[in-house]
């Protein structure tokens, strides 16, 4: 797997990749956001590590500018581990949110959690039964009334689940587990932050409705 490692500390950057590497990933570094924006085009990484204290620039802003011609998955790590730092970066387009210090473990488990999707095979053609969504996972695009809508791939795969059984109530963890991983360690904050992107997207929030102490279902709502 190739990995774009974009950190401006050698010391973290020489630890990741060490770890990386001998977990057998191709690490590519980068120290500013201009050069990983550059990467990002002529690397081609199956995965962004992206910190947020970066020299030229905010790693916000270097993750929204790759999201505007990529969909790679980007998992930002930083030090600033405020609520609103979590919901903006995803709201930006990152998948996932480690906050440091972390252990490698859990570094691995969150880059294993963002591509695992990406590589599973035999997916179906449609995921989505709305009669104005379509979710095709061949091309991992959805529409609304023939209009694309331009999703993150973390987005894509929860709205692709939910959408799948409109009017189903699916759990927390449920949709955490089946959408990021089975081993997940993040709280749930970084699942509302992603339901309120894709209903910001939809331009309709009743598409996902909240279940006070269950969870969230996708409903129909008419033309």
């Given at each position: 797997m190739k990995v774009l490692l974009v950190e401006d500390d050698p010391a973290i950057a020489g630890s990741v990749t060490t770890s990386l590497s001998n977990a057998g990933m191709t690490v590519h570094h980068c120290a500013t956001g201009a050069d990983a924006i550059a990467a990002v085009k002529e690397f081609a990484p199956e995965v962004i590590l992206m910190?947020?204290?970066?020299?030229?620039?905010?790693?916000?802003?270097?993750?929204?500018?790759?999201?505007?011609?990529?969909?790679?998955p980007i998992i930002i790590v930083s030090a600033r581990g405020d609520e609103l730092d979590r919901v903006l970066g995803l709201e930006l387009g990152a998948d996932d949110y480690v906050v440091k210090p972390f252990s490698q473990r859990e570094l691995l488990a969150r880059i294993k959690a963002v591509t695992r999707r990406g590589h599973e095979t035999q997916q179906p053609v449609i995921a989505s039964t709305s009669t104005r969504i379509v979710v095709d996972e061949r091309t991992h695009s959805a529409t609304l009334d023939g209009e694309e809508?331009?999703?993150?791939a973390k987005e894509f795969d929860l709205l692709a689940f939910l959408s799948s059984e409109p009017g189903v109530v699916?759990?927390?963890?449920?949709?955490l587990e089946h959408v990021w991983d089975t081993n997940w360690y993040g709280t749930t904050k970084t699942l509302d932050a992603h339901i309120a992107s894709?209903?910001?997207?939809?331009?309709?929030?009743?598409?996902?409705?909240?279940?006070?102490?269950?969870?969230?279902?996708?409903?129909?709502?008419p033309q």
């Open positions: 910190d947020l204290g970066l020299p030229d620039m905010d790693g916000l802003d270097v993750s929204k500018s790759i999201r505007e011609f990529s969909s790679v809508v331009v999703l993150t699916f759990r927390r963890n449920d949709i894709i209903r910001k997207k939809l331009g309709n929030p009743d598409w996902i409705q909240s279940v006070r102490g269950v969870g969230f279902k996708f409903v129909e709502v």
